[in-house]
T-cell receptor, first 112, second 115 residues
Framework: SQQGEEDPQALSIQEGENATMNCSYKTSINNLQWYRQNSGRGLVHLILIRSNEREKHSGRLRVTLDTSKKSSSLLITASRAADTASYFCATDARYNTDKLIFGTGTRLQVFP | GAVVSQHPSRVICKSGTSVKIECRSLDFQATTMFWYRQFPKKSLMLMATSNEGSKATYEQGVEKDKFLINHASLTLSTLTVTSAHPEDSSFYIC???????????FGPGTRLTVL
């Protein structure tokens, strides 16, 4: 399957610091999305970036996409303890846009 | 808007019994719903795509007779884990696609524990 890889697998930072998570994928895509999951909960959609976009912002979130390298990054600026969660990237397949293939996830811990 | 619910949120059952999990889109219609399975500290693995009014499409390695999916209406899909065994214990998450925004909306998940 097309499952993406994310790094780091786990990240611990202090409040106020920035957190950067990276995602790599294997095949051509139409969109890449980032989701957040609190422990034992469902997923919350954070941001969608299309294959023809290179950067997108939403509040304290900044997402970049490099289709030539098949990679994306999620930057959370001025992190808060409430940002503690797992973050997943998900890609659709260019020729099968219904499905989402999830990355392995990054577990972010923000200490107050 | 775009809320998806799952019921139950937690279920504990004995080995050999069957468990039904419901996934509902509360404020939109979804011709397509998806069922995922997630092991602790792992990513989501797509199990099957549930299409309203037709048979579900299962991913490779997922047993159709083990995980029965019914998508009888535009707002409800059910996943039945038949003859559950301890190895079926997992977190099951559904999502619904309203078909407009290329975005899936996820339910809160159901934790299944098979004793």
């Amino acid at each position: 399957s097309q499952q993406g890889e994310e790094d780091p697998q786990a990240l611990s930072i202090q409040e106020g610091e920035n957190a950067t998570m990276n995602c790599s994928y294997k095949t051509s895509i139409n969109n890449l999305q980032w989701y957040r999951q609190n422990s034992g909960r469902g997923l919350v959609h954070l941001i969608l970036i299309r294959s023809n976009e290179r950067e997108k912002h939403s509040g304290r979130l900044r997402v970049t996409l490099d289709t030539s390298k098949k990679s994306s990054s999620l930057l959370i600026t001025a992190s808060r303890a409430a940002d503690t969660a797992s973050y997943f990237c998900a890609t659709d397949a260019r020729y099968n846009t219904d499905k989402l293939i999830f990355g392995t996830g990054t577990r972010l811990q923000v200490f107050p | 808007g775009a809320v998806v619910s799952q019921h139950p949120s937690r279920v504990i059952c004995k080995s050999g019994t069957s468990v039904k999990i419901e996934c509902r889109s509360l404020d939109f219609q979804a011709t397509t719903m998806f069922w995922y399975r997630q092991f602790p500290k792992k990513s989501l693995m797509l199990m099957a795509t549930s299409n309203e009014g037709s048979k579900a499409t299962y991913e490779q390695g997922v047993e159709k007779d083990k995980f029965l999916i019914n998508h009888a209406s535009l707002t409800l899909s059910t996943l039945t884990v038949t003859s559950a065994h301890p190895e079926d214990s997992s977190f099951y998450i559904c999502s619904a696609d309203p078909g407009k925004y290329n975005e899936q909306f996820f339910g809160p998940g159901t934790r299944l524990t098979v004793l």
